[in-house]
């Protein structure tokens, strides 16, 4: 008996590492390719509009790393994201910084100093966190953050 091509535990039958390539090589092409435009039901609506000076913050979900156990795993360390603080481009214009460099976040009396990066999917005002990223704080969404001196 061996699992089938669509259990979890086929992983190591059929990739070379957990999300990796296919041991036979990958297959095939895409035939769908993804729309511009955004989702609806994932843009901000009007009841949450964020005025200028304040600051959201939002948790990032990524399929490694942001539950306990994935978090923990060997076979997934190479998988997670490092710890960054996402902007959208227009914030980090108006913050004259760029992709990659570090931005200083205060929490209250917690400091982290945490690398930017450019997402696109995010309205002006909001911070995402990768939760359950080592290096990234616990925060409330009700926490006062502060960016850069920028409150």
């Not at 359950?132 to 009700?142: E, H, Q, T, W």
Request: aromatic share 6%; glycine share 10%; net charge negative.
């Amino acid at each position: 008996w061996s699992p089938g091509w669509n259990s979890p535990q086929a992983w190591n039958k059929f990739q070379d590492e957990v999300g990796g390539h296919l041991r036979a090589g990958d297959a095939g092409i895409r035939l769908i390719e993804p729309q511009a435009q955004s989702i609806a039901f994932y843009s901000v609506c009007d009841k949450a509009t964020i005025k200028a000076g304040d600051w959201r913050v939002v948790p990032m979900h990524h399929l490694f790393g942001s539950d306990e156990l994935s978090a923990r795993a060997e076979v997934t360390q190479n998988q997670q994201p490092q710890a960054y603080v996402g902007l959208c481009q227009a914030d980090a214009q108006a913050l004259q910084i760029q992709s990659g460099a570090p931005l200083l976040l205060t929490f209250g009396t917690q400091h982290v100093t945490l690398a930017v990066k450019i997402l696109q999917s995010l309205p002006s005002g909001v911070l995402a966190l990768p939760l359950g990223i080592a290096g990234v704080p616990v925060v409330s969404l009700s926490d006062k953050v502060c960016v850069g001196g920028i409150s």
